[in-house]
């Protein structure tokens, strides 16, 4: 395949991604048929299938751009700020701006999103690579923060974050408050108690109990 070849096919995908998330904020997840986006984005049904088997297909190239927006967003956060607080607000207030546009369809996605044995679950196989780079971007926060932590704790906190995210997320989900408010002061109150529960670990007494989570987190992984 020549470059321009490559490079038609790849405008055409973002046109047709493009497309399909401005109908499913206009219309609903469950309204938008495959059909309707190629119509709209002026290809073939089948032109629209070849880069995207069907609407699920859709939602996992938009969890990708959603991930990738976020990492080039909390770049300049990262590369500010040492401090565990900052570092962690930062992130988790980035990724409400970089959602923002789709917050109005979002409830009607969740419902599909929720069923554990769906392929847009969070948790999914599907969702792998998005779930994969969000944890690599707590990896971070915590890797380059200011937390002292036991060293079983601190390779098991990443994806321990990403969960705290997860709760953020069905939080905004549902917020109906102006500038998502709610979600916003929930997160300005919650990290700094995390930070503090995290920093009791270092303590004599708490390290055992850490462990005793530890161990428990790891029972209960696939």
């Given at each position: 395949?020549?470059?321009?070849?490559?490079?038609k096919g790849e405008q055409t995908?973002?046109?047709?991604?493009?497309?399909?998330?401005?109908?499913?904020?206009?219309?609903?997840?469950?309204?938008?048929?495959?059909?309707?986006?190629?119509?709209?984005?002026?290809?073939?049904?089948?032109?629209?299938?070849?880069?995207?088997?069907?609407?699920?297909?859709?939602?996992?190239?938009?969890?990708?751009?959603?991930?990738?927006?976020?990492?080039?967003?909390?770049?300049?956060?990262?590369?500010?700020?040492?401090?565990?607080?900052?570092?962690?607000?930062?992130?988790?207030?980035?990724?409400?701006?970089?959602?923002?546009?789709?917050?109005?369809?979002?409830?009607?996605?969740?419902?599909?999103?929720?069923?554990?044995?769906?392929?847009?679950?969070?948790?999914?196989?599907?969702?792998?690579?998005?779930?994969?780079?969000?944890?690599?971007?707590?990896?971070?926060?915590?890797?380059?923060?200011?937390?002292?932590?036991?060293?079983?704790?601190?390779?098991?906190?990443?994806?321990?974050?990403?969960?705290?995210?997860?709760?953020?997320?069905?939080?905004?989900?549902?917020?109906?408050?102006?500038?998502?408010?709610?979600?916003?002061?929930?997160?300005?109150?919650?990290?700094?108690?995390?930070?503090?529960?995290?920093?009791?670990?270092?303590?004599?007494?708490?390290?055992?109990?850490?462990?005793?989570?530890?161990?428990?987190?790891?029972?209960?992984?696939?």
């Amino acid at each position: 395949m020549t470059d321009g070849a490559t490079a038609k096919g790849e405008q055409t995908r973002e046109l047709i991604l493009t497309t399909a998330l401005r109908l499913f904020r206009e219309q609903g997840y469950g309204r938008t048929t495959m059909r309707a986006i190629a119509n709209e984005a002026g290809v073939s049904v089948g032109n629209a299938y070849y880069y995207y088997g069907s609407k699920d297909h859709l939602m996992q190239a938009y969890y990708d751009l959603l991930q990738e927006q976020h990492r080039v967003a909390v770049e300049p956060v990262l590369a500010a700020e040492e401090a565990f607080v900052p570092r962690m607000t930062g992130v988790l207030r980035t990724w409400l701006e970089v959602a923002a546009p789709y917050h109005e369809f979002a409830g009607t996605f969740f419902k599909t999103a929720a069923d554990p044995k769906s392929p847009l679950s969070p948790f999914s196989d599907e969702s792998r690579p998005a779930r994969d780079a969000s944890v690599e971007i707590f990896r971070q926060v915590v890797d380059g923060s200011d937390l002292k932590l036991p060293a079983e704790l601190r390779s098991e906190l990443p994806e321990l974050l990403w969960l705290f995210q997860m709760g953020i997320v069905l939080f905004w989900v549902h917020d109906q408050s102006d500038d998502v408010r709610r979600t916003r002061a929930l997160i300005t109150r919650a990290v700094p108690l995390l930070d503090r529960l995290l920093r009791l670990t270092r303590i004599p007494g708490v390290r055992g109990v850490t462990k005793d989570i530890v161990a428990l987190i790891h029972s209960i992984k696939p």
